[in-house]
């Protein structure tokens, strides 16, 4: 599976970005797939996750209630919807594959090459 982020800007606190996930492969409806950041100077980490079928999602506790993740298995598209965002969601955002849905890093075999949010005060 290649996966192709794309979608980061720069917006102001308080703004909405959507993120996309395109991925090639005829087994991408097979894969839970995972939205992770990494902020400058500090480590990667989970922020969001769905099931093969987009049935069941999961999400970092810094983003429940502003953040959506969700797939169209037709398009092998992932994508995560950001609204309220804040100065601390900076970062470069990855979207990955694994074959079970789960929230740990180690456990993505495939990943996105990044794309860049920057949320400005």
């Known amino acids: 599976v290649q996966l192709q982020a794309s979608g980061g800007g720069l917006v102001q606190a308080g703004g909405s970005l959507r993120l996309s996930c395109a991925a090639s492969g005829r087994t991408f409806s097979s894969y839970g797939m995972g939205w992770f950041r990494q902020a400058p100077g500090k480590e990667r980490e989970f922020v969001a996750a769905v099931n093969w079928n987009g049935d069941n999602t999961y999400y970092a506790n810094s983003v429940k209630g502003r953040f959506t993740v969700s797939r169209d298995n037709a398009k092998n598209t992932v994508y995560l919807q950001m609204n309220s965002l804040k100065p601390e969601d900076t970062a470069v955002y990855y979207c990955?594959?694994?074959?079970?849905?789960?929230?740990?890093?180690?456990?993505?075999?495939?990943w996105g090459q990044g794309t860049l949010v920057t949320v400005s005060s």
């Open positions: 990955a594959a694994s074959p079970v849905v789960n929230t740990i890093i180690g456990s993505y075999d495939y």
